[in-house]
C-alpha cells in the first residue's frame, strides 16, 4: 500500500457556502409531533446529533435537527435537512446513499443535480479524518426512516 | 573569579536532531509536533536500541539454554532494572511488564481489585480521569458490587481536595487518579491525597501515563501503592509500559492472565505460579518493546531531569503568557506554571476544536482535537472537546509561535 503524503486543499474544505450553513443553519430546532426521533452521537470525537422529522402524505413535511459538532457536521446537517424536506423517504434514501458515495470519492455523484448544494462537501472526502463528521447526519436520517417505518407498522409509506 | 553555578539547560535545537520523524515538511511546512500527550516520538538511540535487539540478540526469553535466548534475557531484566530506577523502585521484581498504562489498572482491577472489594466497599476516583483509569473500576464495580465516587474539580481544573474527607469512609478501598491530567495538564498532589487515603485505610492507585514524559518520578517518595506508565509517551515504543506495586501487595496479589512464563509447576488440573513479577507476565513478552523503554529512560536521564524541567517551565511560562493573549481564546487548566505541565487546552470562540485542528493541520501543526479520553472532564468544564496542544522535550517557544499564528489563520478563515 503507498501513503498519500500530498496537501489537501483547506480551501475546497471551507468553502463560504458551508461556513454560511455552519453559522447559520438551517432547520436547527425541534419537530412535534414527530415521526422519527434519533440521536446519533460519533464516539470518537463526540459529535452528537438529534434528528426529528414528521411525515404527512408520505412526505416529509417537516424536519429538525440540534447538536454539537464542527463545522462540516453542521454544515452537512443543515443542508441534509434542506434536501430531504418535502421528499419522500425513499428519495431522501437515494440521496443519502448518494451523499456516501461523494464522500467516498465518486466523481459521479459530484456532479448528480440530486445533491443539490450538498455537493460543495466533495472536498470533505480529500480529508479522511473528516469524512465521519460530515457522513453523521445522513447517518441518523437512515436510521430515521428506518424508526419511522417501523413504529407505522412496517409499511411502506 | 567566584564559581558560578550553571543553570541546567536543554539545546532544543541538538535535540530534535535525535528525533528523525521531526526532520520533515507535513503539507509543505515544517512538522509541528503538539500531539505529545497522544504519542511522544522515539529518539533515535531508542530507535537504534531496538534495532540492534532484533538484529543481534532476538529470541525468546527466560527458557532457552541457547546464546540468543541468555542475550535476550539479559536485556529484558536489564530493561527492568532501568524502569525500576527511573521510578525509584525499592527493587526491580516490583516492575511488571505490560502492554501500558491501560492494561496496568486493568491488570490491578482485575487481581487486586477482584479479590480485595465487597459489595458496598467504594473506589474514590476523580471527574478527570481518562477513560483508562475509570471504565476498568466501572467493570470491576458491576462484578463486585463496590460502589465508586468522585472527587470534583474546580474551574482551573484542580481536584477540590477539601472534598476528600466528606468522600472518604470506612468502606473506602481504593483512591485512583492520575498523577497528570492528559486533558487540562494539571499535577495532582499526590503525596499528599496518599496521605489522607492512607490515613482512612484506602490503597492508592496512580495513572502515570502523562506524569512519565514530564516529571521526576519517585514512587516510594509519593506514597503510592500502585502506579502505572506506559512507555510510548516518553519516547519508547507502543505496545510497552509498566505496571510498579508494592513487593507485599503484588505477593498476595493472584495472577493477571495464566499461560506460559507465569508458571511454577503445571499438573493437569491445577498449577503453582512463579514469583513476582512473573506471576503477572502469562505469555511471550514484549522484549524489543523493553529495551525500547529502557533505552528512552536512559536516554531521558542523559539529558537530565533538571534541564527538562527547566525547559518544561519557559515553555508553560510562554504558553501561558501567550496563548491567552489571543482574542477568543479560552485556556483551561491551571493558571500557576507550577501546578501544570506543558499541555495547552483551549477553546476559540466560535471554531470547533476539529476544525481548528484540521486548520493547524495544513501549516503542519500536529494538535489533537476531541474529548481527550475524558468524556465527564469535558462535560464538568461545559464543552463538548477541547484542542490540545502538548509539548515534550523538542518544544520550542518557536513551536508555540507557529501555533499562535495557526490559531490565527482560524480565525481569518471563520471571521
Redesign the interface.
Known amino acids: 500500500m503507498t501513503i498519500d503524503r500530498s496537501?489537501?486543499d483547506?480551501g475546497s474544505?471551507?468553502q463560504e457556502v458551508i461556513?454560511d450553513h455552519y453559522?447559520r443553519p438551517r432547520n436547527r430546532g425541534a419537530v412535534d409531533p414527530h415521526d422519527a426521533d434519533i440521536h446519533m452521537r460519533n464516539p470518537?470525537?463526540?459529535?452528537?446529533i438529534r434528528l426529528q422529522f414528521r411525515l404527512d402524505g408520505g412526505r416529509i413535511e417537516d424536519i429538525a435537527f440540534t447538536g454539537?459538532?464542527?463545522?462540516?457536521s453542521q454544515a452537512s446537517s443543515s443542508m441534509m435537512t434542506d434536501l430531504v424536506k418535502g421528499k419522500t423517504p425513499e428519495e431522501g434514501l437515494s440521496i443519502a446513499r448518494r451523499f456516501t458515495e461523494l464522500m467516498h470519492g465518486d466523481a459521479g455523484a459530484a456532479k448528480d443535480k440530486a445533491l443539490g448544494q450538498a455537493r460543495v462537501l466533495q472536498g470533505v472526502g480529500k480529508?479522511p479524518?473528516?469524512v465521519k463528521?460530515a457522513l453523521l447526519a445522513w447517518d441518523a436520517f437512515q436510521e430515521g426512516v428506518k424508526q419511522a417505518d417501523r413504529e407505522s407498522g412496517g409499511t411502506p409509506s | 573569579m567566584m564559581p558560578t553555578t550553571l543553570a541546567p539547560t536543554l539545546d532544543v535545537r541538538k535535540i530534535r536532531k535525535d528525533f528523525p520523524i521531526l526532520q520533515q515538511e507535513v503539507n509543505g511546512h515544517p512538522l509541528v509536533y503538539l500531539d505529545n500527550g497522544a504519542t511522544a516520538q522515539r529518539p533515535k538511540p531508542v530507535l537504534d536500541a531496538m534495532r540492534s535487539f532484533y538484529e543481534r540478540d532476538n529470541a525468546n526469553v527466560h527458557r532457552g539454554m541457547h546464546e540468543l535466548s541468555r542475550r535476550a534475557t539479559e536485556e529484558f531484566e536489564a530493561a527492568r532494572v532501568t524502569v525500576a530506577r527511573f521510578l525509584n523502585a525499592a527493587d526491580p521484581s516490583e516492575v511488571v511488564w505490560v502492554r501500558g498504562t491501560t492494561e496496568a489498572i486493568n491488570l490491578v482491577a482485575m487481581t487486586w481489585g477482584w479479590t480485595s472489594l465487597e459489595p458496598g466497599d467504594e473506589i474514590l476516583l476523580t471527574v478527570m480521569e481518562h477513560h483508562s483509569n475509570l471504565i476498568p473500576w466501572q467493570l470491576l464495580a458491576q462484578r463486585t458490587g463496590a460502589v465508586l465516587r468522585f472527587l470534583d474539580v474546580d474551574d482551573e481544573g484542580r481536584l477540590r481536595l477539601e472534598q476528600m474527607q466528606a468522600l472518604l469512609s470506612s468502606r473506602t478501598k481504593l483512591v485512583a487518579f492520575n498523577h497528570v491530567s492528559n486533558a487540562l495538564g494539571t499535577i495532582n498532589p499526590v503525596a499528599q491525597i496518599c496521605e489522607v487515603a492512607h490515613a482512612a485505610g484506602a490503597k492508592v492507585l496512580i495513572d502515570g501515563a502523562q506524569a512519565g514524559p514530564h516529571l521526576d518520578i519517585d514512587v516510594q517518595a509519593l506514597g503510592v501503592d500502585f502506579y502505572a506508565v506506559s512507555g510510548h509517551k516518553m519516547g519508547a515504543p507502543m505496545g510497552i509500559g509498566a505496571l510498579w506495586a508494592r513487593r507485599e501487595l503484588l505477593e498476595e496479589m493472584p495472577p493477571y492472565q495464566g499461560g506460559g512464563e507465569m508458571i511454577d509447576l503445571v499438573e493437569l488440573d491445577r498449577s503453582t505460579f512463579a514469583e513476582v513479577p512473573h506471576k503477572f507476565e502469562a505469555g511471550t513478552p514484549n522484549v524489543g518493546g523493553a529495551v525500547g523503554m529502557a533505552a528512552a529512560v536512559d536516554y531521558l536521564e542523559g539529558i537530565g531531569h533538571d534541564a527538562i524541567a527547566a525547559h518544561e517551565r519557559s515553555l508553560i511560562e510562554y504558553g501561558l503568557e501567550k496563548l491567552p493573549a489571543i482574542p477568543g481564546l479560552r485556556l483551561f487548566g491551571p493558571k500557576r506554571p507550577e501546578e501544570r505541565v506543558a499541555v495547552f487546552s483551549f477553546a476559540l470562540e466560535g471554531i470547533h476544536p476539529h476544525d481548528i485542528a484540521t486548520i493547524l493541520d495544513a501549516e503542519g501543526i500536529a494538535i489533537r482535537s476531541g474529548h481527550h479520553c475524558t468524556q465527564p472532564l469535558m462535560r464538568r468544564l461545559g464543552v463538548p472537546a477541547t484542542a490540545r496542544a502538548s509539548c515534550w522535550i523538542y518544544t520550542s517557544t518557536g513551536d508555540l509561535d507557529r501555533l499562535a499564528e495557526g490559531v490565527a489563520s482560524a480565525q481569518r478563515i471563520f471571521g
Not at chain 1, 44 to 48: A, H, L, R, V
Open positions: 496537501t489537501p483547506l474544505l471551507y461556513l453559522k470518537s470525537c463526540g459529535d452528537e454539537e459538532g464542527c463545522s462540516i480529508f479524518a473528516r463528521c
